[in-house]
């Protein structure tokens, strides 16, 4: 880390592990962080941005299985991924007719964050792996992050 004539500290390319404690049992959660560019972004706000993008993947889940409405999210995510997030879950509703065994499982177990991957691509974008599981499956979400106005926005989530 360095300082620029103006005082900002910059934080150069590097990469990062740290465990950090998430969910309702406070599990054990590697974090891999990785930075493309120098920028002024503290490595706690780079924590902070990852438990972020995990949060909204878990609740994306959530989403999908009908525990949450997704416009609870409209403050934190763009509008278009809302509606990705609606389209899903009426697909999955049409797939757990004809698959009781996996509705069983997605619907009664829960989230459980395993791993994540956060990459700071710019002083403006942060994209987040996060690896969970629900029950025996796993499950994978990319998340970005972008920063607007002064606040950052999930302007992408995918699950798969």
Known sequence: MNEVATGT??????SFERIIELGVGMLPV??????????SVSDEL?????VSACRLACMAVDVIRGRLDARLLRKAVDL?????LEMF???LDEHWVRSADIQREM???P?????????????QRVEVLVHMNIGRTQY?????????????????????
């Open 9 to 14: 500290k910059m934080y150069g390319i590097a």
């Open 89 to 91: 879950t009426l697909i």
């Open 140 to 160: 994978w979400a990319n998340v970005i992050l972008r920063l607007r106005n002064e606040r950052w926005v999930c302007t992408m989530l995918d699950l798969g």
């Open 30 to 39: 590697p974090l891999h962080l990785a930075r493309c560019s120098p920028s």
């Open 107 to 109: 619907l009664r177990l």
């Open 111 to 123: 989230v459980v964050a395993r791993n994540l991957h956060a990459v700071l691509v710019s002083p």
């Open 46 to 50: 780079c924590l902070g941005l990852s």
């Open 80 to 84: 278009p991924v809302i509606s990705k």
